[in-house]
């Protein structure tokens, strides 16, 4: 697992990312759709604007229409020849050589523009937008030699061997606001595989991904793989679901809007050359049992820690607690002492616990 810095005071990496913190605060960014080759800007944008701080422009991204989307997937299907053909090793290697590229040069980016964009703490942004990414990416890298080097025996005079090929079609990768690091890893993943995708991030992590997608480039994945597409959610959806080249969906994000993308797809199953396949994963009601023996220190720590870092905004946020009246009494006193001491602010003061609440 990659390592996660301090961010101490005095530490260098502190250092840098509160100057990439301030670079990106005091610059204007202009975000465009990413399509084949082209970097289009349509000229309809939506304003930037930090979670924490609403007044504040960091920039504009450009809004898609369905002419773009069906440009995007044709892109994509235009590219999967190629990409296909190209040995597993070498697709491994470029992005080992992007989770090098987030270890290294691009760490303090990606981190300053997660707190920026999404308002997170540098430790929240940290173990998220940089650790959490790179290991998504050599893990997955391992997964996927562990695939390909898994082959059946063989008897005397015969020879068995699985190959392994990306799916007819392109892939829909959509993205939720609250992680860096799955938003990387949705459309990667796929990719990783010999797969095209058509990426659509969320709304209010735009800026974050377009750091992704600059360490993709320059990590060397070729145009085309990944196309990456803002604007209306049901206009792209509905775009996607209705080609017949629609192959799979990889997904993160609410119980409702999978639903309606799952049975969306099952009405137009018809019309799709291959069975797509479905791959989602959406909210939960995460809980802490303590048992009679727990210390309500800790178990206060994990309340506090689970339930409202990052405001709550995760998945795994703990939204339950089961206490026994044995130490029920002490914890929730310990509780409120901590929840007491957050302070509560922009995520460019490094002493402040909660930030801004960006979504329902």
Request: hydrophobic share 40%; proline share 6%; net charge negative.
């Amino acid at each position: 697992n990659e390592p996660v810095l301090s961010y101490a005071p005095g530490t260098p990496e502190r250092d840098a990312v509160l100057a990439q913190y301030n670079t990106y605060y005091n610059s204007s960014a202009d975000v465009p759709l990413y399509i084949g080759g082209e970097e289009i800007r349509t000229g309809n944008t939506k304003t930037m604007s930090p979670p924490h701080d609403h007044r504040h422009s960091i920039g504009q991204y450009h809004l898609a229409e369905q002419h773009h989307i069906e440009k995007a997937i044709a892109a994509a299907l235009e590219s999967r020849k190629r990409w296909a053909a190209l040995p597993w090793e070498e697709r491994a290697a470029i992005f080992l050589k992007a989770a090098d590229l987030i270890a290294g040069p691009y760490r303090a980016k990606i981190n300053a523009a997660t707190m920026i964009g999404q308002s997170k703490t540098v430790h929240q942004a940290e173990i998220d937008s940089a650790c959490e990414l790179i290991d998504f990416l050599r893990f997955n890298v391992q997964y996927m030699t562990d695939i390909y080097n898994e082959q059946p025996e063989s008897s005397e005079g015969a020879w068995n061997r699985i190959e392994y090929r990306p799916l007819e079609g392109f892939v829909y990768a959509v993205t939720p606001f609250n992680f860096t690091a799955i938003a990387g890893n949705l459309p990667t993943s796929a990719a990783m595989m010999g797969n095209v995708v058509l990426w659509k991030p969320s709304r209010t992590q735009v800026f974050s991904a377009k750091v992704i997608v600059d360490v993709l480039k320059e990590a060397g994945v070729p145009d085309g793989v990944i196309n990456v597409v803002y604007g209306n959610s049901g206009m792209i959806t509905d775009t996607v679901l209705a080609s017949p080249h629609f192959a799979g969906i990889h997904f993160t994000g609410s119980t409702d809007v999978f639903n309606s993308v799952w049975k969306k797809i099952g009405e137009n199953i018809g019309r799709y050359k291959s069975y797509p396949r479905i791959v989602g994963e959406t909210g939960g009601k995460d809980f802490i049992i303590a048992h009679p023996s727990a210390h309500p220190r800790q178990v206060a720590t994990a309340i506090s820690r689970g339930a409202f870092e990052f405001q709550g905004q995760k998945c795994s946020a703990a939204s339950r607690v089961y206490l026994p009246k044995a130490i029920a009494s002490d914890v929730l006193n310990l509780l409120k002492e901590d929840i007491n001491s957050f302070k509560m602010g922009s995520p460019e003061d490094m002493r402040n616990f909660i930030t801004a609440v960006i979504d329902e």
